[in-house]
């Protein structure tokens, strides 16, 4: 089979999980669509939004419409290294038997990453970055594929310990989470308060996970499409060249080149996603704001005028 009848294969396929998960969650596209561009690219996602939304279910109904396995975190601020990545301990013939924490799961909750300490956090860096963790000098690949998705309240400060910016910069995505719609909310509401519970059945293997990942990387960019992504990237940077009033006013940090490869990445998967085989800028505009908002850094001016992360971002367009 080509690639092109195998692509379209898995496009097919795509659509009925996005008709599966929608059994269980009403609205919320945009967010599910991100998320699922974000895996379908290899990367992981940090979600930001008040309690009650849905986001631990969400993720939940996903890795099992996925076919893989799931694994909730709490961080807590008592939450140690060995208790996500396990731990090594004597066996009945006195020989030490290494025990695997949750860590080593397809899919990772970590919901409320902020709630714990650094070291534990840093925890979490090698995996996130090299699919595998080191322990007692021991070397132990995660299994493939392997997503974090991380949860954040964004009103709750108190007791936090915020995410420094290297751990921020292995996220593809941050995607904000907001209120339902009033219809959705209803629905919401006739389908949690009664006794029968969709079931959601399981539409993509592992393999067939790992596969389409492997299409998307093959599939080609024009050379103007990459230019516009490291242009727009370049421009966030206050002290580059090729930066613009907005930036050089209102922020102290920009994004580094990981920023690029995740823009050309997700936009290769967005355009997929949309029935084409090439993305445009059209792709890189429209996964920009996710991959960028975590990335840049504002200053105190932007607080105190109130100019949001966001509008910064779409002035670089």
């Known amino acids: 089979m080509s690639d092109v009848a195998s692509l379209k294969q898995h496009l097919k396929k795509y659509e009925t999980l996005k008709q599966e998960i929608s059994k269980v969650i009403v609205g919320q596209d945009a967010v599910i669509e991100q998320i699922l561009i974000s895996i379908f690219s290899g990367g992981h996602s940090l979600l930001v939004g008040v309690p ?4 631990t279910l969400m993720v939940n109904t996903i890795s099992k419409a996925l076919g893989l396995d799931f694994k909730r975190i709490q961080f807590t ?5 060995s208790d996500i990545l396990g731990s ?4 009945s013939d006195r020989q030490f038997k290494f025990i695997k924490g949750p860590i080593f799961s397809n899919i990772i909750l970590a919901d409320e990453i902020n709630r714990t300490p650094p070291k534990t956090q840093a925890a979490l860096l090698e995996a996130m970055q090299e699919r595998s963790v080191t322990i007692a000098g021991h070397h132990h690949k995660l299994n493939a594929p392997y997503f974090v998705l991380a949860t954040q309240n964004p009103i709750e400060q108190e007791g936090t310990y915020p995410l420094p910016e290297a751990q921020l910069d292995r996220f593809m995505f941050s995607i904000n989470l907001t209120y339902p719609s009033f219809e959705e909310e209803v ?3 006739k389908l949690t308060t009664v006794s029968t519970k969709s079931q959601v059945e399981v539409v993509f293997s592992a393999s067939e996970i790992l596969d389409f990942q492997a ?6 960019v024009a050379d103007n ?5 490291v242009k727009m990237v370049g421009k966030t940077r206050p002290d580059a060249s090729s930066t613009i009033p907005i930036i050089k006013k209102y922020v102290d940090w920009g994004a580094g080149p990981r920023a690029s490869q995740n823009l050309i990445l997700a936009a290769k998967t967005s355009a997929v996603f949309n029935g084409k085989l090439s993305p445009d800028i059209e792709d890189v505009q429209a996964v920009a704001i996710s991959i960028l908002r975590h990335r840049i850094i504002k200053n105190y001016k932007a607080e105190a005028d109130g100019v949001s ?4 971002i779409e002035n670089l367009f």
């Open 215 to 220: 299409l998307i990387r093959k599939i080609p």
């Open 88 to 91: 090594e301990i004597l066996d």
């Open 77 to 81: 601020p008592d939450l140690m290294p």
């Open 309 to 312: 992360i966001e509008s910064i």
């Open 187 to 189: 629905q919401v509401v």
């Open 52 to 55: 009650g939304l849905a986001k």
């Open 225 to 229: 499409v990459i230019e516009y992504a």
